[in-house]
Nanobody, 126 residues
Framework: VQLVESGGGLVQAGGSLKLACATS????????IAWFRQAPGKGREGIAC???????????YYKGSVKGRFTIAGDNARTTVQLQMNNLKPEDSAVYYC?????????????????WGQGTQVTVSS
C-alpha cells in the first residue's frame, strides 16, 4: 500500500485548501482512509476518516473541531482521497498525514492505521 499526499501550502485564515492522497497497492476492495495532523509540540490527532467500499463509500466521520469545515471524499476511480478544508484557522496549521488500513466497516479515528504517507505541511496565517 502506498499513500502520497499533496496540496499543502500557506493560506490566510478564512481561506481554503484541498489536500489529496494518492493511493495504490490495496490488496482488498474494502479499506479505510483517514487524515491525521500533527502540530509542533503536539501529538498526532485524527480529524477525518472514510471507509472505501466496493462500489460505494461509507459515511465519513469527523473530529468535532473540523466538522462542518472539512470534507473527506474518494474519487470514482478509487485512486485519490481528498480533504477539502474551508474556513481555515491558524490552529489548523500542522503537518497533515494520510493513513490507511485494510479493515472494512464504519471508519474510526481511534483504531490503529498501519499505512502512512509522508505528510504535507499546512500553514494558516492570521
Amino acid at each position: 500500500v502506498q499513500l502520497v499526499e499533496s496540496g499543502g501550502g500557506l493560506v490566510q485564515a478564512g481561506g481554503s485548501l484541498k489536500l489529496a492522497c494518492a493511493t495504490s497497492g490495496f490488496p482488498v476492495d474494502d479499506y479505510v482512509i483517514a487524515w491525521f495532523r500533527q502540530a509542533p509540540g503536539k501529538g498526532r490527532e485524527g480529524i477525518a476518516c472514510l471507509n472505501i467500499g466496493d462500489g460505494t463509500d461509507g459515511r465519513p466521520y469527523y473530529k468535532g473541531s473540523v466538522k462542518g469545515r472539512f470534507t473527506i471524499a474518494g474519487d470514482n476511480a478509487r485512486t485519490t482521497v481528498q480533504l477539502q478544508m474551508n474556513n481555515l484557522k491558524p490552529e489548523d496549521s500542522a503537518v497533515y498525514y494520510c493513513a490507511a488500513d485494510l479493515w472494512s466497516g464504519p471508519c474510526s479515528l481511534g483504531e490503529v492505521y498501519n499505512y502512512w504517507g509522508q505528510g504535507t505541511q499546512v500553514t494558516v496565517s492570521s
